[in-house]
């Protein structure tokens, strides 16, 4: 049925054959996109497709890299692989969120939240536009119900069903949250794990200019220790020499404050509201 899971099994691997792209073990299933109407046998034991449409399915991790490139500002463009801007990280958010709302239908995927039992051992998406046509002969058709580990909801499927037949409309299905409030907690926690720093680098742009002014060779910096390298360029933050400013203008003109004094009143200024909106401001600048 449309929707049905499939592992890549050893006979299923076979009617690929060694040279087809569904061979790659990047493939973690594959996701059926026919219509069920065409699926079900008729008297004869045949189908009335000849042939049924299988969509490639891999982790989000393995293809997120790619559309982070699409979405967000590199680092440099040659080199420093996972290197961002951190003025990009909420485009990263919102791509990550669209997927598994079921909302990147423009781009083809379609969302396959972790299921052990039917294969999927870590989120995956289907890839819509990358599909294989499979002879539906009777042996291929035992071949293919044997290979079946899972099945979308019904509700699901129906979204699956009309994204291959339009990806350019939409039909709406839940987003995480909408039935259950408890599904946003578990939502944030796998956008923070897609984006997950240790894969990513999410540099300040700031960071980025004063490296760039110091003849820094991004190219030549290694993802693991591009943070560590850039730190030491970072600029003193735009509000500490807001508070800085302050301070010596109070000492300039009122010169009988003693040191105690104008510390208390650093301190002061690091917790008014005026100056802790200027250092918010800045950051989501930076």
């Known amino acids: 049925m449309q929707g049905d899971i499939l592992a890549l099994t050893p006979k299923l691997r076979e009617i690929f054959g060694s040279g087809h792209d569904f061979y790659d073990p990047k493939y973690l299933a594959f996701i059926v996109t026919t219509q069920n109407c065409d699926l079900v046998r008729r008297q004869n034991g045949k189908c ?14 393995t293809i997120l890299p790619s559309l982070f490139d699409i979405v967000c500002e590199r680092v440099c463009e040659n080199g420093l692989v996972g290197a ?9 958010v919102r791509l990550v969120e669209h997927i598994i709302n079921q909302n990147a239908w423009k781009i083809g995927l379609f969302y396959l939240h972790n299921d052990v039992g039917a294969g999927i051992d870590e989120p ?19 071949i293919l119900t044997k290979a ?7 509700l699901f499927q129906a979204k699956l069903g009309w994204t291959v037949g339009n990806l350019y409309s939409r039909i709406g299905t839940p987003d995480w949250g909408d039935i259950n409030e408890k599904d946003i907690k578990i939502k944030v926690k796998l956008i923070e794990d897609f984006l997950d720093p240790s894969e990513y680098k999410w540099i300040p742009n700031s960071w980025i200019r004063e490296a760039r002014k110091k003849g820094v060779e991004f ?23 807001v508070v800085r400013h302050f301070k010596n203008l109070l000492n300039k003109h009122f010169p009988q404050i003693n040191t105690d004094e104008l510390s208390e009143f650093e301190k002061i200024l690091h917790e008014d509201l005026f100056i802790k909106d200027i250092k918010s401001r800045r950051e989501l600048k930076s």
């Open 148 to 154: 079946r580990r899972g099945r979308l909801s019904d």
């Open 48 to 61: 009335d497709a000849d042939y049924i449409n299988l969509a490639g399915v891999m982790t989000l991790h």
């Open 84 to 92: 961002y801007l951190k003025s990009s990280y909420p485009e990263a």
């Open 124 to 142: 995956a998406v289907a890839l819509l536009r990358i599909c294989a046509n499979v002879r539906l002969t009777k042996k291929n058709y035992r």
């Open 219 to 241: 190219e030549k910096l290694s993802l693991d220790s591009v943070m560590q390298e850039l730190e030491q360029y970072k600029p003193t933050p735009f509000y500490k020499d």
